[in-house]
């Protein structure tokens, strides 16, 4: 997993390196708290891996895209700084295999699967065109969904509004009190109007939450139905997502309150062998059953 301090660092001219290191630690320690193991997992910085074979890659990636390509592709302007320019080829690197040799060693087949939200996406596609070039197995995307603001579906959650958002770091207190006051409903305006004509999921925020963290798919889909039919009222429905969020956000914090800087850099050391368990899972074929007989 890369630690990307140094795209904070080109990207955003008010922090300096040290903080952009101080964000990533951070960013470390949640990442190992939501329960990544550490026989399987590797987690670098930019900071403090690239060299090697690593930096090879980058240089073969760099001349790969031309200028008019990553200005097309990421809209650079004549006042963006060449760090921007250059950090697509950083920001592919660690799609190829080879650039693990502890790991890996020199393999250059070996498939990447990138799960990434979907602002990432250009960079990925950049990358895909340079791996057929160096003829590297091109990655493949997993584009996952925006969290929609506390403020409805079509908003996005902002680090600088703190009713925006739910943080891993909010008490259970906090939690009750956004989703109640800010959380927007998709429900009518009375309840005898609610009744009669039921609420609508698709704009309704704390369905929108259950729909990411209830795990039961049957409950949901009931949850989902008793509120469109007006069954169940706005109130309830904000009731069963803070339940569930004061509970996962507890849990996180927990595990999270157990990783210790040693976990950290245990899971971040470069000289560790991990064993890779690409081509090792076994597929159980069934028995032929016996022919017939005469």
């Not at 949640?30 to 990544?36: C, P, T, Y």
């Not at 939200?117 to 895909?128: E, H, K, S, V």
């Not at 005898?192 to 929108?208: A, I, K």
């Not at 007006?230 to 339940?243: N, P, S, V």
């Amino acid at each position: 997993m890369t630690r990307v301090d140094d795209e904070k660092f080109l990207f955003k001219h008010e922090l300096k390196v040290e903080q952009t290191i101080a964000f990533g630690k951070q960013n470390a320690r949640d990442i190992i708290a939501v329960g990544f193991d550490l026989k399987k997992t590797f987690i670098f910085s930019n900071y403090g891996y690239v060299g090697g074979a690593f930096y090879q890659n980058i240089s073969k990636i760099s001349r790969q895209i031309t200028y008019s390509q990553a200005k097309a592709t990421f809209g650079f302007s004549d006042s963006d700084n060449i760090g921007k320019i250059h950090f697509a080829a950083i920001q592919a690197a660690p799609s190829f295999s080879n650039s693990f040799p502890q790991i890996y060693g020199n393999t250059t087949n070996i498939p990447c699967l990138i799960p990434c939200a979907i602002d990432q996406d250009p960079y990925f596609r950049l990358t895909r065109d340079v791996a057929q070039k160096l003829k590297y197995q091109k990655p493949t995307l997993l584009h996952s969904k925006f969290f929609p603001a506390l403020q409805g579906p079509q908003t996005k959650m902002s680090a600088s509004d703190p009713n925006s958002s739910i943080y891993m770091s909010d008490k259970p207190a906090q939690i009750k009190n956004k989703i109640n006051k800010h959380g927007f409903s998709g429900g009518q305006e009375t309840e005898e109007e609610h009744r009669r004509l039921g609420g609508n999921t698709d704009v309704d925020v704390s369905y929108q939450y259950l729909s990411f963290f209830l795990d039961d798919d049957a409950e949901l889909e009931q949850i989902g139905k008793d509120y469109r039919e007006g069954k169940l009222l706005t109130g309830q429905l904000k009731a069963k997502c803070i339940d569930l969020l004061q509970k996962f956000v507890a849990s996180f914090q927990e595990r999270q309150s157990k990783v210790t800087d040693a976990d950290i850099a245990a899971f971040m050391d470069p000289t560790r062998k991990i064993e890779p368990t690409i081509g090792k899972c076994v597929v159980a074929v069934p028995t032929p059953a016996p022919a017939a007989t005469a």
